[in-house]
């Protein structure tokens, strides 16, 4: 089946530790994202990517970073840098490149805990 | 800061009944996109419409657009307890490079009663 897996699901780290979430998708998509969900807060977008090998910031880029060497994955290191990290990540990807081609396909989501 | 606001925040009602939920934008957009979040998952794309487009159906779905007022809204017409979730609408602009980005709103939760 064709689809995204994040992982891990869970994930606790302690102050001052860089953590990377996964996101690995086979549906031969160009674009991924990185989103951050917050409680009441909706949606924020951290990064996103149109193209191997290029990536570029969204709304709260700041403690993140990215990479995107291969078509298929694009993790997300947290940085000790980003001050409040527990949150729920949500990767997605989509086929890019034109009016209406970003509908969005999403993983199950991974939760970070900052202990 | 968000570019789509949806109203309500929550809303609960009988099974068998429409639900309604409303998003307005603030800036021109190229399409809106609904999609439907159930708890501690990922989101599931629902409808698109287009900014030329002012109404679109789909199964048990009803969405409309409005670009002079900006805001768009999402029927779902005889709910079922399987439609409580969180329901968001996402909109698409076009950068200067042809990038596109998708910016969410806040979420509607809907709870079926049954």
């Known amino acids: 089946d064709g689809g995204i897996t994040q992982s891990p699901k869970y994930l606790f780290r302690k102050e001052g530790q860089n953590v990377t979430l996964s996101c690995e998708q086979n549906?031969?998509?160009?674009?991924m994202y990185w989103y951050r969900q917050d409680p009441g807060q909706g949606l924020r977008l951290i990064y996103y990517?149109?193209?191997?090998?290029?990536?570029q910031k969204g709304d709260i880029a700041e403690g993140y970073s990215v990479s995107r060497e291969k078509k298929e994955s694009f993790p997300l290191t947290v940085t000790s840098a980003q001050k409040n990290p527990t949150a729920f990540y949500l990767c997605?990807?989509?086929?890019?490149?034109?009016?209406?081609?970003?509908?969005?396909?999403f993983g199950a989501g991974s939760r970070l805990t900052v202990l | 800061s968000q570019q789509g606001e949806e109203d309500p925040q929550a809303l609960s009602i009988q099974e068998g009944e429409n639900a309604t939920m409303n998003c307005s934008y603030k800036?021109?957009?190229?399409?809106l996109q609904w999609y439907r979040q159930n708890s501690g998952r990922g989101l599931v794309h629902l409808i698109l419409?287009?900014?030329?487009?002012r109404e679109k159906h789909s199964g048990r779905l009803r969405v409309t657009l409005d670009t002079s007022k900006k805001s768009s809204s999402l029927l779902i017409t005889a709910s079922r307890a399987a439609d409580t979730a969180s329901y968001f609408c996402?909109?698409?602009?076009?950068?200067?490079?042809?990038?596109?980005?998708?910016?969410f709103g806040t979420g509607t939760r809907l709870t079926i009663i049954p």
């Open positions: 997605a990807s989509s086929i890019g490149g034109g009016y209406g081609a970003n509908v969005l396909t």
């Open positions: 549906l031969n998509h160009d674009a």
């Open positions: 990517s149109q193209i191997v090998n290029d990536f």
């Open positions: 800036t021109s957009i190229n399409n």
């Open positions: 419409i287009r900014s030329n487009e």
């Open positions: 996402a909109t698409v602009l076009i950068s200067n490079f042809g990038n596109e980005k998708l910016t």
